[in-house]
């Protein structure tokens, strides 16, 4: 039998990592079925457990559309049954109030692969003393966002680990774009991340990013496109971080449900926006011309010569974490999108600076106002999108250096966890569960001694925990629900 030692993983320093190929996945595959993003639906705000969903059908546990019909789309409700977890509604008449405080830190993109077989992932290759020592006072386990073998995108990640279930709450990336920059979004109006990216002669994609052109390029390509006009609507582009932007669309009877032009992949040209449903013919033919429109005004500026679109949705109304669990919540993000998550959900940003010390920094500032705390660092998921295992394993060590100062502060609870994986090796999101840990002094600690993949599979919360169950649990070690029943 191996002793403790022996168990441990190899660490080494972020300098030390070297690029490998890549070699088998040690995770299952299996996939599920991916479920059909309807998300210019707006669920109802407190979901009846009771109602009926008029565009979805439950047939043997999965989900599956209706046929298309001239239905209003907006009149979506969450359905009456969760995929997993206890719900919102249930949790509510559960909630009761006290002075504790909770640390959501999320490290986007944390979860890794090796990059040779028999290696290590970035963070088992990061040398996290402060972050194993929570682990080994805490609970941990590894974290589904979505499904079994779904890969999941940053906004269901997210809404997961808030408690919203995410075959639920359902929305487009536009939305919280749109949120994000502080961007006025009406109810009628239809919003889309938009990439600038690069195309060749033939019109294939050949960097879905322009390279990562600087902010002051895309400031200034947002002035050009700012001036399309289109019939009936007016156009609204507005910069957010180096290649990307936000396209929205207003006017009478627009529908959000229009599929993404990009394709995810280079070396094919754009896709051509498809409406979902008839009442989105009219509005994916807009997208069309906006399209049509971009591609001449942009022909000239290379790298950044064409856009892609994703995400189309429309503002929703649910509920916030004030009016689901009685939390006065804070988010501590840099990054538009996920300041736009918490503004949908009713959290008061704070203004910070991408550094993880500055955002502890802050954190330890307003420590005081606030009783729910959401941590958000962002160039992991970048690191790993870029392929570069090195800088993604430097990033976790720097945020591990922060973890005495935030436990310094004596909150009841801390979470940490990412909202899907990134691997490096496959730079791009993946479907492989992410490690999570949770300590409170009221949680009952496990086996693990190291925060990584393989250690976190052996932890209490199993090998994948449904991350939309982490908030009941949250609010359960901060001793926040009554107990249910006689």
């Not at 890794?112 to 805490?138: F, I, M, V, Y």
């Not at 941590?375 to 090195?390: P, Q, Y």
């Not at 502060?409 to 949770?438: K, Q």
Request: glycine share 8%; hydrophobic share 40%; proline share 8%.
């Amino acid at each position: 039998m191996q002793t403790e030692e022996q168990a441990k993983p190899v660490r080494t320093n972020a300098e030390d990592a070297t690029v490998g190929d890549r070699a088998g996945v040690p995770y299952s595959t299996g996939y599920g079925v991916p479920e059909p993003e309807y998300v210019g639906q707006q669920p109802n705000r407190f979901p009846d457990d009771n109602k009926a969903e008029t565009q979805f059908v439950t047939q043997n546990h999965a989900w599956a559309p209706e046929p298309v019909t001239e239905a209003p789309e907006n009149d979506g409700a969450p359905t009456s049954t969760p995929a997993h977890g206890t719900g919102l509604p249930f949790l509510q008449k559960l909630i009761k109030r006290n002075a504790s405080k909770m640390v959501l830190l999320v490290m986007d993109g944390l979860g890794g692969h090796p990059q040779a077989e028999g290696g290590q992932t970035e963070l088992e290759t990061a040398k996290t003393p402060n972050l194993d020592s929570l682990a080994a006072r805490g609970i941990c386990g590894l974290q589904q966002p979505v499904a079994t073998g779904i890969t999941s995108g940053s906004g269901p990640g997210h809404l997961a680990l808030f408690g919203y279930e995410p075959l639920t709450y359902q929305i487009g990336r536009g939305a919280l774009s749109a949120l994000g920059v502080n961007f006025d979004l009406q109810p009628q109006d239809v919003a889309a991340r938009g990439n600038f990216c690069s195309v060749d002669e033939q019109g294939r994609i050949t960097d879905r990013r322009a390279g990562r052109i600087a902010s002051a390029k895309g400031k200034e390509l947002c002035a050009l496109l700012n001036e399309v006009t289109l019939p009936g609507v007016e156009v609204f582009v507005q910069p957010v971080e180096e290649y990307r932007f936000l396209l929205v669309l207003r006017g009478e009877g627009l529908a959000a449900a229009v599929t993404d032009t990009d394709p995810q992949t280079t070396g094919v040209e754009p896709l051509a926006p498809q409406p979902r449903t008839a009442a989105a013919k009219e509005t994916a033919e807009l997208v069309q011309q906006f399209l049509a429109e971009a591609q001449k005004r942009l022909a000239d500026h290379h790298p950044a010569n064409m856009v892609l679109l994703r995400g189309f949705a429309q503002r929703p109304n649910w509920p916030t974490l004030a009016e689901a669990y009685g939390l006065h919540a804070a988010a501590i993000a840099a990054y538009p999108m996920y300041r736009g998550v918490a503004r949908l959900l009713g959290m008061e940003p704070l203004e910070t600076e991408e550094e993880p010390a500055a955002k502890f920094a802050v954190l330890t500032k307003r420590w005081r106002d606030f009783d729910f705390f959401f941590v958000h660092i962002k160039r992991t998921d970048s690191a790993g999108e870029d392929g570069d295992f090195a800088r993604k394993v430097a990033l976790i060590e720097a945020v591990d250096t922060q973890i005495p100062r935030l436990l310094a502060l004596d909150p009841d609870v801390v979470m940490v966890t990412g909202d899907h994986s990134t691997p490096a090796v496959l730079r791009a999101h993946s479907w492989h569960p992410v490690p999570v840990l949770l300590w409170s002094p009221y949680c009952r600690p496990d086996e693990v001694k190291h925060f990584g993949e393989r250690p976190c599979i052996a932890g209490a919360l199993g090998p994948r925990f449904p991350a939309a169950e982490l908030m009941p649990l949250a609010l359960a070690n901060a001793l926040r629900l009554e107990k249910f029943g006689a």
